[in-house]
T-cell receptor, first 113, second 111 residues
Framework: DADVTQTPRNRITKTGKRIMLECSQT?????MYWYRQDPGLGLQLIYY???????NKGEISDGYSVSRQAQAKFSLSLESAIPNQTALYFC????????????FGSGTRLTVV | RKEVEQDPGPFNVPEGATVAFNCTYS??????FFWYRQDCRKEPKLLMS???SGNEDGRFTAQLNRASQYISLLIRDSKLSDSATYLC????????????FGTGTRLKVLA
């Protein structure tokens, strides 16, 4: 099993619909993150969580919300999807401390039509 | 100025060549530096951390130049399988969560 699992892998949804992307990890790490990636742009941080009771906005949180259901689970919701939220979404986890790199999930390709 | 800048490439090199990428960063207080590899439509994967004294992992060498605020990645004896996009990642000031990803440098190794 993958260390970080994202579901669904691909999703096409209509404008205005609510959609949830799910992420679970088996690394036992406290820190989890949601990023989006658009062609020609770097990964942009949407939300991050350093433990179950800690949720923080990233650079581009508008239009998104998250839920940290357990240490291992961190879900991202698009409350009312719009076409410019079409992107590749990655969940990641890391250990505590500055020199830990990230382990990413394999991504969710979301298309809003 | 972008916080992390990379030449997007592509760098087209023959098999067996040596190739180097640079990445500049704007925050002089940054403490953690990484190189990630990303294959097309796949997730980024950690290639190596970059340490102050420089470090090597097989054919890959990473270096940090704090005075000029850049990190570099050198790949020796390039393989076809090295074709990918290489992302530079820098964190903010010590104690902050924030990792900044560069937009990546694309490498194509040609047969």
């Amino acid at each position: 099993d993958a260390d970080v699992t994202q579901t669904p892998r691909n999703r096409i949804t209509k404008t205005g619909k609510r959609i949830m992307l799910e992420c679970s990890q088996t690394k036992g790490h406290d820190r989890m993150y949601w990023y989006r990636q658009d062609p020609g742009l770097g990964l942009q941080l949407i939300y991050y969580s350093f433990d179950v009771k800690d949720i923080n906005k990233g650079e581009i949180s508008d239009g998104y919300s998250v839920s940290r259901q357990a240490q291992a689970k961190f879900s991202l919701s698009l409350e009312s999807a719009i076409p410019n939220q079409t992107a590749l979404y990655f969940c990641a986890t890391s250990g505590s401390g500055e020199n830990y790199g990230y382990t990413f999930g394999s991504g969710t390709r979301l298309t809003v039509v | 100025r972008k916080e992390v800048e990379q030449d997007p490439g592509p760098f087209n090199v023959p098999e067996g060549a040596t190739v180097a990428f640079n990445c500049t960063y704007s925050n002089s207080a940054s403490q953690s530096f990484f190189w990630y590899r990303q294959d097309c439509r796949k997730e980024p994967k950690l290639l190596m951390s970059v340490y102050s004294s420089g470090n090597e992992d097989g054919r890959f060498t990473a270096q940090l130049n704090r005075a000029s605020q850049y990190i570099s990645l050198l790949i020796r004896d390039s393989k076809l399988s090295d074709s990918a996009t290489y992302l530079c990642v820098v964190n903010g000031a010590s104690g902050t969560y924030k990792y900044i990803f560069g937009t990546g440098t694309r490498l194509k190794v040609l047969a």
